[in-house]
């Protein structure tokens, strides 16, 4: 099995790339809190700059780099590099003549190459500071262009550089921290020791576009427009003039705009299932089948399952892994029967081509998420087939994977979507997991249940995208929990159901916070589910954030 979609042309063979390497990517955190990520934000901000931008290890060799950057980013790291076992760059990368910026661990990784002078400071520096940008004949070195004045930056480092690394000189400085910034005297090296990508360095983006743009001189063409022409060449060149590919869809933002691309690229050769596994949310699948086929001319099969899951999923009660295993295993079997007859049914046509590949959404995050550096002593994950398909399907029949939005953020994949005239409310969809509403239903799920609470959920959606707040949030939805409780409807005494509604918001979906309605909006929710929903006497809002709480109730 090829384990990637690996087309012709890459990216950053198209495009100038800055190459950023992973020291654990952690901006803000410590290594006590590990969860709290910051793995993507020096290669997305670059690509807000409309620079290429790839993230890998640290440890990437560069004698393995089939490719060669316009620049390197070492990132920021949780360890100290005077540590044992502390990570370290390829020092051939040194060597590869292309301009390199160390940030904060990054700065210290530089420091120790040239020198090893690098020691734990006596306090930590945590949090905001004002930065100087020295001037030299009147003029701040060129990564501080147009930065002259008021630079607040970010800081979070322990340890600090003991004294200026031979050849270098000094760029900036803040208070505390005499080596903000560095540069090398002859070669195009830099060190800075606060954090350009967060926000909580205003300008922070001046600073890389002045090392992508200025220092390195790589072109500001990563637009989508360009990417789109060349991805779907790219599909076209490595499916071939017969080839066919096969695809799941779920409505959601990744499926639809990978179909759509496929679409665009080869046709009715894709492909498209979507499988009703009973779960799904008020009237979503026929909506999802009206957009796919009439609006955006997918060539779609809808397969209805849903009795399957529903007798399947009757008597698990009090086992939320159970329910998902249950639901993703029977997914596949019903994926891979309805694979076979389209298989037959394109065998048997005219244009006849087997179908050899498989489709899947996988995104960027996901792709940086399995090599990125776990530490010292974890070894790195060869990238995992995220929601795919069994070996014996892969392997079996021989079908090989295209993953046409690997290299994209969200935020990249919603923009293609507009660009292949997704519309507006589709593009901007909150996630929606694949077990839907089971693992919105506590305990039990029976058809019962689901009904209610798709309408509970009908009514919270319907409420929130009529006050206007849909884009603010991340995600919603409303949870039956398994109790009951005591109410009084009619003048009468009710022992019915209780609704539980979650709404976050969240960048990256590693953490949340709730989202702040006003009570006026609450009750109304409240007020409707509890009059129009048959069986429900009460309505709670969940104000559990991520961590410790899950998105998800199961
Ligand atoms: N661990 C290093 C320090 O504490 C680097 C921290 C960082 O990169 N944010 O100084």
């Known amino acids: 099995m090829t384990t990637n979609g690996v087309l012709p042309d890459e990216p950053h063979k198209t495009f100038d790339t800055i190459l950023t390497l992973d020291f654990g990517s952690v901006a803000l955190c410590t290594r006590k809190m590990p969860q709290k990520r910051y793995t993507h934000l020096i290669t997305r901000r670059l690509r807000e700059l409309n620079v290429y931008s790839e993230m890998l290890p640290c440890t990437q060799k560069l004698a393995d780099l089939s490719w060669k950057p316009k620049g390197i980013i070492l990132s920021g790291g949780p360890y100290s590099v005077y540590e044992e076992g502390a990570p370290h760059v390829d020092p051939a990368m040194f060597e590869l003549g292309v301009p390199i910026l160390g940030i904060c661990y990054g700065l210290q990784e530089i420091a120790w190459h040239h020198g090893k002078n690098v020691v734990a400071g006596t306090e930590r520096e945590y949090g905001h500071a004002d930065l100087q940008a020295k001037r030299f004949n009147g003029h701040v070195d060129k990564l501080f262009h147009g930065l002259e004045d008021d630079l607040k930056v970010w800081m979070s480092h322990g340890d600090k550089l003991g004294a200026l690394p031979p050849s270098f000189h000094i760029i900036a400085t803040t208070k505390n921290a005499p080596f903000a910034g560095i540069a090398h005297e002859t070669k195009p090296l830099y060190g800075i020791q606060f ?111 849903s009795d399957l899951f529903l007798d399947g999923l009757k008597g698990i009660t009090d086992n939320p892994e159970a329910k998902r295993k249950f639901i993703g295993s029977t997914f596949i079997d019903v994926f891979e029967a309805e694979a076979l007859k389209i298989e037959k049914a394109a065998a048997n046509s005219p244009k006849a081509g087997k179908i050899e590949w498989f489709l899947q959404g996988t995104l960027y995050p996901d792709v940086i998420e399995s090599i990125s550096f776990k530490g010292p002593s974890a070894t790195i994950k060869t990238h995992h087939n995220v929601g795919g398909l069994p070996e014996r399907m892969m392997n079996g029949q021989g079908l090989k994977l295209i993953e046409p939005l690997r290299e994209l953020f969200k935020d990249e994949v919603r923009e293609m979507g507009r660009k292949l005239g997704i519309p507006h409310e ?31 959920d009908y009514i919270f959606i319907e409420e929130i995208k009529a006050a206007g707040l849909y884009d603010q949030i991340s995600q919603a939805f409303a949870a039956l929990l398994p109790v009951r409780a005591v109410g009084v409807m009619g003048d009468k005494r009710v ?60």
């Open 426 to 456: 589709l593009v901007m969809r909150h996630p929606f997991p694949g077990p839907g509403i089971a693992i919105r239903v506590l305990g039990e799920v029976t058809r019962e249940q689901v009904a209610i609470a798709r309408k509970a």
């Open 195 to 305: 954090h350009p990508e967060v926000t909580h360095t205003p300008r922070g983006i001046k600073l890389l576009e002045n090392f992508a743009v200025g220092i390195c001189q790589a072109k500001q063409d990563w637009t989508m427009d360009k990417f789109l022409d060349k991805e779907v060449a790219r599909i076209r060149a490595l499916v071939g003039e017969k080839g066919q590919v096969l695809g799941a869809v779920s409505g959601g933002v990744d499926s639809t705009v990978a179909a759509k691309l496929m679409h665009e690229a080869i046709g009715d050769r894709f492909h498209a299932v979507l499988v009703d596994n009973g779960c799904m949310r008020l009237n979503e699948c026929e909506q999802v089948k009206k957009t796919l086929t009439e609006h955006l001319g997918i060539n779609l099969t809808v397969v209805d399952a």
């Open 495 to 554: 022992h019915q159901q209780v609704i539980s509604l979650r709404a976050v918001c969240t960048t990256d979906f590693m953490t949340a916070n709730i989202f702040r309605f006003d009570w006026d909006f609450l009750e109304r929710v409240s007020t409707r589910i509890v009059n129009e929903v048959d069986g429900v006497c009460r309505v709670e809002y969940d104000l559990t954030s991520k961590p410790p709480g899950t998105i998800e109730m199961e």
